[in-house]
């Protein structure tokens, strides 16, 4: 395996260790991986819960624990939004039954200001 390949496996297995709970890779302080895997995963749910604050209130203290199980087993995918990725969130909690609701109609994330409004025509 050429340097260039061996490093790049290496930091696959790093990303990995902090965004999938994979093992983490000789050389690495492993105690330091996971407190950086705790702070990446912390950053995503603060995300959520700002992005989808219903079902942070619908799901109250079970919102945390149910989410980074959730996340250590689904990393957001590069080509993903955010949104995409909380509506995965939301489908493997119905099909793991922590929702009892149907799941909520597609809303618009944005609202288009009336003519006039501001002064602008």
Not at 51 to 72: H, I, K, Q, T, V
Not at 79 to 98: K, P, Y
Not at 106 to 114: D, E, G, L, Q
């Amino acid at each position: 395996m050429t340097e260039r390949a061996e490093l790049a496996a290496r930091q696959r297995d790093l990303v990995r260790a902090l965004l999938a709970g994979g093992q983490v890779p000789d050389g690495f302080d492993a105690h330091r991986v996971e407190v950086e895997a705790r702070s990446l995963r912390s950053k995503r749910r603060s995300v959520a819960a700002r992005l989808r604050p219903d079902l942070a209130e619908r799901l109250g203290a079970e919102f945390r624990p149910l989410f980074d199980a959730w996340a250590l087993d689904h990393p957001k995918p590069v080509d993903s939004s955010f949104r995409a990725d909380l509506d995965r969130f939301e489908s493997w909690l119905h099909d793991g039954g922590h929702l009892d609701e149907t799941p909520r109609e597609p809303r618009r994330w944005f609202r288009r200001r009336a003519r006039g409004e501001n002064g602008r025509s």
